[in-house]
Structures are given as C-alpha cells and as structure tokens.
C-alpha cells in the first residue's frame, strides 16, 4: 500500500515538473529567429542596406552571398548550398542566361524552402514572389523622357549589360514601344556590354567614332550606366550634345547628371525592394502571405536637379521614393 501511495506521489511530481518546464519562460527562451540567404551578383548598396534594416527591425537573420560578376553556376551552386543547410527562406536576383538557376530554385520549392525573387523577375522559374520595378513601364517612362529631351527626332543607341537579363529585355521593350510611335526616333544600335569596363569602353568609342549621327542613348542598366558615363565626360565627345537616358542612381551617376554628360536617369526603390523581400518571407512563413505575388514600386525620374543626399538618406532610412 505505501508503495503505490510513493508511486502515485512521485507521479505527480513528475507531471508538475513537465507543466512547469513547459510553462515556464526561462525554460523557453526566445524563438529562433528565422534564417534566409541573400543570394545575389554584385548589386548596388540600397538593395542590401534594405535587407539589413529589415533583419534588426524584424529579428530575421538574412545570410548574404555575393559575387563581384555574374557566373550563374557559381549563383546556383549557392542557392543549392543554402537549400541543403535548410534555410527558411532565399532572396535572389532574377538573371537568369541559362537552366541552372531554375533548376537551384526548383530544387529549393521540393524542399518547400520559399524562393523571392527582387530586381530583376524569372516567372516561369516557380518562384513564390518578385518584388521590383515594373520594367517594362520603368523603360517606357525612360522613352518617353527622351522623346521630349529630344523633341522627337533623334539617333538612337541601347547599351545594355546582358539583354538576357529579363529585367534589361523589358526594359528595352518598353521603350521601344514608346519610339515606335514617333516616326522620327530611330534606333540604330543595341549592343551588349556584359558589365566589363574595358568593353563598355570600347564598345562606346568605336560607336560614337563610326555612327556620327548618332545624338541619344538609352543606357537600361546601372552597372552600365556608371561606366559609360566616363566616355560621353571626354572632350572628344562633349561637343556632340548627346542626350542620355541611363537607368539607376549611384555618385557616379548623379555626378554626370551635375555635369551634363547625362540627361536624366530612371531610379528604383532598391532599399524597399530588399526590406519589402525579408517581411515578405517572414509573413509568408507565418501564413500571412500567399506563393505567386508580384510587388511592383514605382520608379521616379532623376534629372540635373536630383538631391541625391535627401535620396540617399531617405533610401538607408527605409522611406519610400
């Protein structure tokens, strides 16, 4: 008899020690924090300042891997690491010049590990979300700047960095569908840098030295925008009044836009983009949001009157354009 009192006892010990621990907040700690991995070529500071800012402001922990050029193998070779390490969540720049990153993003969607895609989209990837520009309006809005700089007549070359880039390739054909409706706007030359500043150089030398006519560009990428800037400052071209449409804000940027070199340039929300991307995989996380969204922000034009310190510190503070 006593010893089934003692063990009935000692049971019920045990079960107010289990509900205590349970119960009990030191016990419990805080929740970990959700884990995700920015995965990204070389991309400007707004972007990543975004992700940081969300990450303190939300208690995520966001992993950045970046690479100084583009090598879809090495991105997707990462993306796949970042899968395996189970990651709750990964950020990516949507270029895409091959299968290798649709196949790392596949991968990551059967591991139920969501994929967001920011800058630049891939829609037929099987990403849960793009949050960025729309591109194709972001490109018309650059056309039609430079239909009214130029009063709708003009010689026109594109300079692009990759137009496998789908970000790029809308762009381009937003502007082209503005062009096309003036008669008069003719563009002569689409060439591709592939973001190498001994080529931009060259490639925009030997276009300005063999097309004399040539009087507008249309530059759809920063990396692209902040090299070619460099060639228009030089005396030997300064004189051909040529008007510049570039895409993207940096100090070399705004600098051409103080001197002249560049007419204006079309600027998106890269901080909001980054910090919009880490709230969106934790709300998704949390049943809040839903796979398939597309995010589209506004982009604004930048001319010579552009307070690039205001931006700037508005950018790093997380306020909106």
């Keep these: 008899m006593k010893k089934i009192v003692l063990l009935i006892v000692v049971m019920l010990f045990l079960m107010v020690g289990v509900q205590f621990y349970w119960e009990s907040p030191m016990e419990q700690g805080e929740p970990l924090a959700y884990r995700f991995t920015f995965v990204c070529p070389s991309v400007g500071k707004g972007l990543t300042a975004g992700i940081a800012a969300a990450d303190e ?19 997707a070779y990462a993306v796949l690491k970042a899968v395996y390490a189970n990651v709750d969540g990964i950020i990516m720049v949507g270029r895409s010049t091959s299968d290798a990153l649709p196949e790392a993003i596949e991968q990551a969607e059967k ?44 010689h026109i070359a594109v300079v692009a960095s990759s137009l496998s880039d789908a970000n790029q390739k809308e762009r381009l054909d937003g502007f082209l569908k503005v062009i096309k409706e003036a008669p008069q706007m003719k563009v002569d030359q689409v060439i591709e840098s592939q973001s190498d500043g001994m080529r931009v150089r060259k490639i925009a030398q030997r276009m300005l030295d063999e097309y004399p006519e040539l009087d507008a560009i249309f530059c759809t990428d920063e990396i692209t925008s902040d090299l070619l800037g460099e060639v228009l400052a030089e ?38 983009q980054g910090y919009r991307a880490v709230e969106w995989l934790r709300q998704y996380l949390n049943g809040q949001a839903e796979s398939g969204e597309m995010i589209h922000l506004e982009t604004l034009v930048a001319g010579q009157d552009f307070d690039f310190e205001n931006w700037k510190q508005r950018s790093e503070s997380g306020e909106t354009l």
């Design 57 to 75: 402001a939300l208690g995520t922990d966001t992993k950045r891997i970046e690479f100084e050029n583009f090598n879809e193998e090495e991105l």
């Design 111 to 154: 591991e139920e590990i969501p994929v967001i895609l920011v800058d630049s989209d891939l829609p037929d990837s099987g990403r849960d979300c793009y949050i960025g520009a729309d591109n194709q309006e972001a490109g018309a809005q650059a056309g039609r700047v430079l239909l009214e700089s130029t009063e709708g007549q003009a």
């Design 235 to 272: 005396e030997a071209y300064q004189s051909r009044e040529i008007r510049t449409v570039c895409f993207g804000m940096s100090e070399q940027i705004y600098g051409y836009l103080q001197d002249g070199v560049y007419d204006a340039s079309i600027v998106q929300q890269s901080f909001e």
